[in-house]
């Protein structure tokens, strides 16, 4: 055989599409990583005022008016308004102005991110010394101080996701991209519950009692890993069962390159770029990773939203893989004309001879 014989043996056009693929996953991940880590900065950062009622719009107004527009200021009626604000995650800091001296009180939370904080403190210290007025900083949510820079929620968000899509897709390969039928289906359901239950307490195990990285509830965080896991596991079969081998892609195109940069992990949501801040509470990566936060911070605060989200995801998948696996009836898929069974169902049961597929 010449060369291009063996080369058009060796790559098939489905094999080049594949790689395609991945070259366009590749550079989308590029993409996506640099674009929303590469100059990280507060933007529109919800934060309280307190101040006597004679100077308090006017500080409003100065703040609002900041070269970027870091802040997104808003007065408030007294410091524990302020602190409750703060740990309902309604505001991200807040300066309370002292009406008696000339050093006022800037409170932050870097449990949900130090770097957020620490920005914070170094605009309003700024603002303050234009004033010739002094700030002390009070951290009413402080981070764990074995949980550096507020990742750990994050990391253990990230692996939760990993096991999830990295246990649909060894189904896969295992066993067909597209179940044969409702049983098999159910059965692969079945299996991603158990295997969620199962990450969930071992990623909770390892973050509290064996390295002590975050603070919270034990059982709130196993939780929300069965569910981070389930859902991410679930919406990744149902995109195989769609398009097969594709749907691999495809998940890490959702929960990878667009999840896992607009998470907020590395930099909470306000120091991210537009279309990262909108797009990351909406999916499984940022709605599990505030959830962790709120847990471990936040006395289990503002978490309906994303436990929604994640329902969502999980319902859409689990819903999906059930539907399109009633169009796969025993019999549908034969085997080829070389006698090997089709790679995009299951595997034929026992008995069948070979000739249907499972």
Known sequence: MTFVDELKNAVTPRAALLVIGVLGLQLLFIASYVGALHKPKPTDVAFGVVAPQQMSQQLVTQLDGLPGGPLDPRAVSSAAEA??????????GALIVSSEGRTDTLLVASGGGTVLSSALEQILTQVEGSQQRAVRTVDVAPASADDFDGLSSFY??????????????????????????????????????????????????????????????????????????????????A?????????????????????????????????LPDFWRAIGPALPPGAGTWVARSIAYFRGNAVTGPLLVLSAWAVVGTALTLLLSMRHRPGADRADTSGTATATTDAPAPGTGGSTAA
Do not use: H
């Not at 995109?239 to 930099?267: C, H, K, Q």
């Open 156 to 237: 253990l968000v990230v692996g939760w996701c990993v096991g999830g899509y990295l246990c649909a897709s060894i189904l896969a390969i295992s066993a067909g991209t597209k179940p044969a039928n409702r049983q098999r289906a159910l059965i692969r359901t079945a299996v991603m519950a158990v295997y969620a239950i199962a990450g969930g307490i071992g990623g909770a195990i390892i973050i509290g009692p064996i390295l002590g990285a975050l603070p919270g509830s034990f059982w709130g965080l196993a939780g929300l890993g069965a569910l981070v896991v389930f859902s991410v596991g679930m919406i990744t079969l």
């Open 83 to 92: 602190r409750e604000q703060i740990m309902n995650r309604d505001i991200d």
């Open 239 to 271: 995109l195989e069962a769609l398009t097969g081998i594709v749907g691999i892609g495809l998940a890490v195109l959702i929960i990878v390159i667009a999840g896992n940069p607009s998470a907020g992990g590395a930099f909470p949501l306000p120091m």
